[in-house]
């Protein structure tokens, strides 16, 4: 019988990290993964699917997560304040401590295949939401419209975050990048309104 240990997830995911830091991605194995906590590689299997699922998984939480902030939103609220919630709720996905993340992007940006990979799964949170958005009545374009803008403010600020640096909270940082998107939108229609072209 496997004797199942608190905390097996999270200590393979550590492990890995400083692996993939010290040793280069593709120069570190599962088996060493598990060895460098005292686990089978057959354990490491029975957390994630592979090497790279240490890096890219969670998506599925992350998900959840904006699902969770559509569905808080008031019933009569607008497409915008919509992602608005969502993207409330999302900011209470990531703790204060940043390093993580950025050994992470930094792990991902060195290498060619994850960076092709990551874009991937950073899509179901659009495609989610969007369908979330069109069950509540909002139509087609302005459902995926919505969505799309609530990922990429969500993609922005967490750029910003954990850069070198940087200090402000994460969910100061989304209400930056989302104020700026709504100014940015209104800037073009007070242009509009006044005659103005270009």
């Not at 992007?105 to 994850?114: H, Q």
């Amino acid at each position: 019988m496997v004797r199942w240990e608190p905390g097996t997830r999270e200590r393979l995911q550590a492990a890995a990290m400083d692996l993939y830091i010290s040793r280069g991605f593709d120069r570190t194995t599962t088996a060493d993964i598990a060895q460098a906590v005292g686990l089978t590689e057959r354990t490491f299997f029975r957390h994630f699917t592979d090497k790279r699922e240490v890096l890219l998984g969670g998506q599925e939480l992350l998900e959840r997560a904006f699902l969770d902030g559509v569905a808080a939103a008031a019933p009569d609220a607008s497409p915008l304040e919509i992602v608005e919630s969502a993207l409330s709720a999302v900011a209470t996905f990531f703790p204060a401590e940043r390093r993580d993340h950025s050994g992470r992007r930094r792990i991902i940006s060195g290498n060619p295949a994850l960076r092709e990979r990551e874009p991937l799964k950073s899509a179901r949170p659009a495609t989610a939401v969007a369908a979330a958005l069109r069950s509540r009545g909002v139509p087609e374009v302005t459902a995926t419209l919505a969505a799309e803008s609530g990922v990429t403010v969500f993609g922005v600020a967490f750029a910003t975050w954990i850069a070198d640096g940087e200090e402000r909270s994460f969910p100061d940082l989304e209400r930056e990048v989302l104020g700026r998107l709504v100014a940015l939108a209104a800037t073009r229609r007070d242009r509009r309104s006044d005659g103005s072209t270009g």
